[in-house]
């Protein structure tokens, strides 16, 4: 594993748990972290699937066949044994280890896999660290300047869910992945600045799907997504009493039908131009208000994207620009870490 420098891994109280705490200063774009998978793919299905019959125990929650049949080193499997367990009321362990730290690649449905240092990073709604995948590999990349002892963060869910009003981003969190989340977005108390905070929020959910109707901006908008963290909410709110509005079309309905009809026909006609950069400029400054570290590579992208297609320069000034230049030339050269 490289990169341990930039950070260590501290225990914070009971209820948090470990996490991953900044050993020194960072910029922008800064490779922390790079980890091959202690399990990856059919192991991990292998574990899963007879976890899932909630009786058998899988070969791989024998530590003696870890090391002798798989290969694994001894203390790397005893690190995995004392990894965070959400689960824990199941007798089955490796099934709430895998349940509570595994990565999927959305590229590669269902390629899961799980880093023993990568599990200690914690999740927030505004995190400070992101992530890619090169092949297996995961690289874990600092998505602002980051002070010497700032907390390490990153998004364990789809960036879309910063769209969601904070009460439904917490039952989202806790129907997919079983806790109650108190980043700082979602420990606030005061209900006004909730309030506002939402309504920003609405309106970045507004801009993306606009963006993506007329054409471009199609990264900024899960569509899937949504419909899955809304129906998530749904079968949560369903088996706690707790009434639901909101519902989204159901996928194939004939609802959703017209809607993707109506947005096919909106792609031919519109034409891309000077409304897109400002609807851009916008977006990335609720980003800059809200302080969301959203990655701005496919922000970075899209502005390229509208300008070949309006001919009309697309260059929308914000504090991060430089550092997205950047950060395309880290992504270029696969991570190269900067040093400043
Ligand atoms: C991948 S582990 C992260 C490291 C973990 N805290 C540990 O002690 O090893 C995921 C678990 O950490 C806790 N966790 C992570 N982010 C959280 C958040 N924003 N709010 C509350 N709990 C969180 C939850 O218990 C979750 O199941």
Redesign the pocket.
Known sequence: MEGQAFFRVEYFSEW????CVATRALANYTLLHTEEPFLRGPEISRALELHEDGTLKSQLDDTAFMREECGKAQEDIDELWI??D?YADREQRLYGIIR??SFENEEMAYQKRLYLKT??????CTPNVGYDFDGWKIRLYTLRGISKGDTLCISYVDEVLYYFPRDRRRLYLRAA???????PTCAMEDAEQVGRSDEKRKRLKQIAIELKHRGVGSALYSNDFCMQANQAIDNLAKSTGVPMSDKPPQSGSLEHLRERARQRRLTKSIPVGQHDIDLLKEYISILEEEKIDFDMLPIFKLAQQISSRSGVECNPSTSHWSEVHRGLHFVAKGGAPSQE
């Open positions: 948090e748990g470990h996490g990894l965070h959400q509570s730290n599990s200690r990073f914690n999740h927030s992945l079983n806790f109650d989340c108190a980043c």
